[in-house]
Each structure stands twice: as C-alpha cells, then as structure tokens.
C-alpha cells in the first residue's frame, strides 16, 4: 500500500511535467501545423539558459527561469521569423524539414558550445525532501509541478478568453478570413510559435534542474511531447494535460507492478490503443473537412 | 593557364606531398577509435587526452624502434555504425598496425569484424561488456574489467559490507543486463540473496518508479549499474524518496568527482567499484606514475574529474607501445603475437594478458585491480576492507 501510494504521488508529479512538455508542441503542432521537431532543443535552450543565468553568472534561480522563459520566446519569435515566414504556403512535409534542419543545428551547436558534459543546477531547494509517512517527494518537484500548473492554467486561458487566443484560433481556422476580418496574420504567427517555444522552454527551465542537463536531453523530450500530443488530441490544451498524465500512470504502474524493463512500451501501448478506437486522439476539437 | 606555369604550380606540391609521404614513413601509427561527439563525448575525449600524454611521454625518450608514434584520432560519434567505418578507414586508409577503441561495448562489438576481416588487433580500453572476450575474436587484448572479473574482485568484500539481500538497478543494454547477470552470480555464491531486478532505459530520466519499488522492498542493499549521468539522476532521485540502502555502483565508469559535484548531499555513502585510486596515489599499484600522469593531467589544463576515464587512454597506449617494442616491427600479425608477451607497469596494475574464450581463438584479458571507493561528507575515501 505504501508503494503504491508513493507510486500516486509519483504519478502526479511526472505527469505535470510531462503536461507542460506536451502544452507547448500542442500550440504549434496543433494549431499551426507545424511538425515542431525543434521542440526538444528548445526545451533543451531553456535548460542551459538557467543553467547559464543561474549557476555562471550566479543570478536568482526564480529570476533565472524567467529569464529562460523570455528568451525562449524571442528564439521561437526568430525562428519564426527567419525559417517559416518564408515558406508560409509550402505543404507540411517542407516545414518538416525545415524544423529537423534546425534541430541538428541546434542540438549540434550546444554541444559545441556546452561540451558532453552534463551540467546540474543548484537549486533553493536543495535536496530536501517533504516526507508524508511512507512518502517522500522533493521540494523542488513539488515547485515544479505547481509552476508545471500554473502555466497550463495561464495558456488555457490566453487561448479561450483572451482576444489575442480568438485572434489565434480564428487565424488557424481560416486563415484569409481572419485577415480581412482585421487580424494582423503575420503577427499571429509569431506569437503563437514564439508562445509555444516559450512553454518549450519553461518546461527544460524547470526540468533541467531536476534531471542533468545535456545537449541530447531534448530528444527524449521530444518523443514524449509528440506522443503526448497524439494522445491528447491536436491543438488540445486540456488533452495535452490530460494525455501527460495517462502517459505517466501508464509508465509508472507500468514500472511498478509489470515490468521496468518496458517502462517506456507500456505508454506507447496505450497510445496505440487510443489511436485504434479513436484516431484523432482523446480530446480532438472538432475539424472542418475540405 | 599554360603548361608553364601548372608545372610551376604542381611541383612545389608534389614536392612538398613527397616530404610529407617520408616524414610518416619515419612515425609509427597507432589508430584511436573513439566516441568525440555524442553522448559519450566527455568520456571518449577524456580517453584521448589521456593518450596524447602517453603518446608525448614516450617520444620525449625517443619514441619506439628508432621512431616516433603518431596517434590517429578518428571520431565514431557514439555510434556503432561510425565505430566500424572508422576502424576500415584506420586500417586500410591510415594503415595504422594496431589501434585503440572503442570506449563502449556496443561500439566495440560493431568494430571487432573489422579486426578479423584485415587481421588487425586492439587494445580495447573500457569496455565492459563479457561478449567481447569471449565470441572468439584474437585481436582483442582488454586492458578493462569485465563485470565477471570485477564481480570476483567484490566478493571478498561481501562479508565486511553486510549484505544479506540485494536489489539491482540496471541499464538496458549489454552492460547493464551482463552485470546484473555476473553479479548475481557472485552474490548467490556468497550465500547473498538476490532481491529485485529492475531495468532503466538507456536515456531515461526518470527513475522514481523503480526506485519506489526499490525502496519498499526488504533487501539492504542497492547495486546499480550505469553510466555517470543516470546515476547522478538515480541518486538524486532515491535521496529525494527517502531510499534508506546502501548503494554500491558497478562499472567502474561513475566518476565520484562529477557524483560529488552534481548530486550533492544525495552522493554521500555511496560506494563505488572503481578501477582508479587518483585521489590516492599512495594506494595505486604505481605511485610515482600515477602521480607522473596526475600532475601531467592538471599541467595540460584538464578537469581532474577526468582521471578516472583518461587512465585508460595513458594505459592503453603504452600497453601498445610495449607491444610493438617486443615485436620489433611494426607489423600487425608480429604486434599481435608480441602483445601477448608483454608486461606493463599501469596505472592500475600490471597489464598481462590472459587467454580466455573458446579454445584455438582466444582473446586476451588481463586483471587490472578493482577498489572500492566510498563518497564521505562530499569527499571520497578509501575504506580498508
């Protein structure tokens, strides 16, 4: 009983990290459609952004995430800028591309920058633990999974209550449309890959100091944020929450009481059954056809 | 462009093409197969440095056979695939005799049927992995611990441990599964019950789930094998539930330094099988080398961390180099034989190899020593067991 309390709580902190790795590729993967394989170098800029911020130039760590934050939002607003504008109409195999070019360039240039090497952050939190009777989770998991919250909370309401969020639903629903009702397009674009990139971002900001940071740990990332999305339901932002925390329960009962050894099969098991009995994933917004 | 003036062009450079052709023709070459970009980029780097030192020590007396070594750098990137299409390029583009390689045991298999393609041995320096000895293969020479021989060494230590039950947290890979395998073995001998097995990916990051289940079992003892990133992770995360085990890493690849550094107070008591004394000179085989190769280390600029890698580089190097003094030539077939002959005085004991795999194709092991390092109070220590 013990264990399996651990494993509940265990469950709960992985999937609010595995929501927020999922929020972000949702936004761009989801509305834009734009096959995001960038996602994990920008989760993996965030990362060494505190890392840099924090541990180098010995600034606050909270000052340090939010400036991570900041600019993952202007990296996704360049990238915006310089890759995608350009090729706005190509057809989505072109951005693919375009995004796995980048991918290698980025992932190549923090090795190159950062070295092998993996880098940790010291934290306020230390490594201190809050101990409940047989369960025990750190403080700075428990920071992260709040924090992990509050931005899931923040995005949903930027994209259903704000003007800005109808801009960017309207834009992705018919983009010419939108336009000569008087919405500035190109803005729109930029705004939403650079608020997708920015969630990247947040998300390697706040996991990088829990796990070591390297320059391949955005693959893993990426993997989990694609498979995430898939079972959420594209564009999804209560999906993407939702399908962070079945991957989790998925992988850590997996784990648990069936077998370590295909922790990582056990989640993608489910995936496939989801995608079997409902293909567009759990929580898909309904689409217009033609 | 007239015939005038190409010929004027071409040749200074064919001139210039024909001192370099002589000048190599004066060096000895030795191929270093390693992993530079890629996951294991620290580590094979470290290796390579700790070659380079060797390399510069023995063409400071004079090199070998009259001639200078020169060391042929190539780059497998981490990956097995790369790892055989450098060793063909060494071998028949560089026509290196003998080369060094492949930091992990998955870039080590890739390379071993190149070694029996062009008849050309290796001195494998990390690689941990049991395969390799034993699949029959007579160019391998490894100068690294199989888990069989580390999980030997351990056994006398049993007893002063006071393990009764042990658990094992593993990487799913050849390494991972053959250490869970041959120190199971060692601990049922020994009259130690074996509790769970459990298995983490390669790139894991998240280990809570095993650990949760670790933690509420009975064993006493924890036994983790992996790589030096996800066992920062492993320690971190058990420290974080409260895991109250003594754990006792395996693979000799955890650099205690980098623990220290990275996990913090979740490193303390952890002990570690390591095949490096750097903190203790004193305790090492060889003290006055070790203390040669550390200050040479720290005068070069590199991260002391590194020690514990680059060892091997130093090691590996001069076990080749005495090979080929004893062969006299620098011919493969003649290195191979000779490096079954020779005695090298390492930093981790005396390089001598022995026979071991199927009988008429044997592979040589020799039997560095194995230490048991504990982390105290952020420092690593030494217990006398």
């Known amino acids: 009983m013990d264990q399996f309390l651990q494993h509940i709580v265990n469950m709960f902190i992985l999937g609010g990290t595995y929501a927020l790795l999922g929020i972000g590729l949702t936004l761009i993967f989801g509305i834009m459609r734009v096959v995001n394989f960038a996602h994990g170098e920008l989760y993996t800029f965030g990362a060494y952004f505190v890392y840099l911020a924090s541990a180098l130039l010995g600034m606050n760590f909270f000052v340090s995430l939010v400036i991570a934050i900041v600019f993952g939002c202007a990296l996704g607003a360049a990238i915006e800028f310089i890759l995608l504008r350009p090729i706005r109409s190509a057809d989505i195999d072109t951005t693919m591309l375009v995004m796995i070019g980048a991918m290698i360039v980025m992932q190549n240039t923090e090795q190159y920058v950062w070295g092998g090497v993996a880098k940790s952050v010291n934290t306020p939190f230390g490594e201190s633990a809050l101990v409940l009777g047989p369960i025990s989770v750190s403080w700075l998991r428990i920071f992260v999974f709040v924090a992990a919250l509050a931005l899931i909370a923040g995005s949903y309401l930027l994209i259903n209550r704000t003007k800005l969020g109808k801009a960017m639903r309207a834009t992705f629903q018919d983009r010419d449309t939108a336009s000569l009702m008087g919405v500035n397009i190109q803005f729109i674009y930029m705004a939403t890959f650079a608020l997708g990139s920015s969630l990247a971002a947040a998300a390697g900001a706040l996991l990088g100091p829990v796990y070591v940071i390297s320059p391949q740990m955005g693959n893993l990332a990426s993997l989990k944020a694609f498979a995430i999305v898939i079972l959420g339901g594209l564009g999804s932002i209560g999906g993407a929450t939702i399908g962070g925390f079945i991957l989790a329960f998925a992988e850590e009962i997996g784990a648990g009481y069936i077998s370590s050894g295909y922790r990582d099969a056990m989640g993608f098991l489910i995936i496939i059954l989801v995608l079997m009995f409902k293909p567009t994933g759990l929580f898909a917004r309904a689409e217009r056809i033609g | ?385």
Request: glycine letters at 8%; charged letters at 20%; proline letters at 5%.
């Open chain 2, 1 to 385: 462009m007239s015939i005038d003036r190409t010929i004027k062009l071409i040749l200074p450079l064919a001139f210039a093409a024909g001192l370099v052709t002589q000048a190599s023709a004066q060096t000895i070459k030795i191929g270093v197969n390693q992993p530079l970009t890629g996951p294991f980029a620290a580590s094979g780097t470290y290796v390579v440095n700790g070659a380079k030192i060797a390399a510069d020590e023995i063409n400071a007396k004079g090199g070998v056979l009259g001639k200078k070594i020169e060391l042929v750098i190539e780059d497998n990137k981490s990956n097995p695939t790369e790892a055989a299409a450098v060793a063909e390029k060494l071998i028949t583009g560089d026509k290196v005799p003998v080369m060094m390689g492949a930091w992990g045991s998955s870039l080590t298999l890739a390379v071993m049927p190149k070694l029996m393609e062009y008849k050309v041995p290796m001195v494998v320096e990390t690689s941990s992995s049991g395969k390799i000895t034993t699949s029959g293969n007579p160019y391998i020479f490894r100068i690294s611990p199989p888990s069989a021989i580390e999980a030997e060494a351990f056994k006398p230590m049993l007893p002063k441990l006071g393990i009764k039950k042990a658990d094992f947290l593993v990487i799913n890979n050849d390494w991972g599964r053959g250490a869970s395998a041959d120190f199971g073995k060692v601990l049922k001998d020994s009259g130690v019950s074996v509790g769970l097995v459990e298995i983490m990916d390669q790139s894991a990051q998240d280990m809570t789930a095993q650990l949760s289940k670790i933690k509420a079992s009975d064993a006493d003892t924890l036994i983790v094998t992996t790589a030096v990133e996800q066992l920062t992770l492993v320690l971190k995360q058990a420290h974080a539930l409260g895991l109250k085990k003594q754990i006792i890493t395996t693979g000799a690849s955890q650099n205690p330094d980098q623990l220290i550094e990275q996990a913090g107070v979740a490193a303390n008591n952890s002990m570690h099988l390591t095949t490096f004394l750097p903190w203790l000179p004193e305790d090492t085989p060889n003290p006055d080398a070790t203390k040669y190769f550390i200050s040479e280390w720290k005068k070069r600029g590199f991260n002391f961390a590194g020690t514990t890698e680059s060892f091997r580089g130093y090691d590996g190097i001069r076990t080749i180099v005495a090979g080929i003094e004893k062969a006299g030539k620098a011919e493969p077939a003649a290195i191979t034989e000779a490096l079954w002959h020779v005695e090298v005085k390492g930093l981790n004991g005396t390089v001598k190899f022995a026979k071991v795999g199927p009988a008429g194709k044997e592979s040589a092991q020799s039997t560095p020593n194995v230490y048991l390092v504990k982390i105290v109070d952020g420092k690593v220590t030494h217990p006398k067991l």
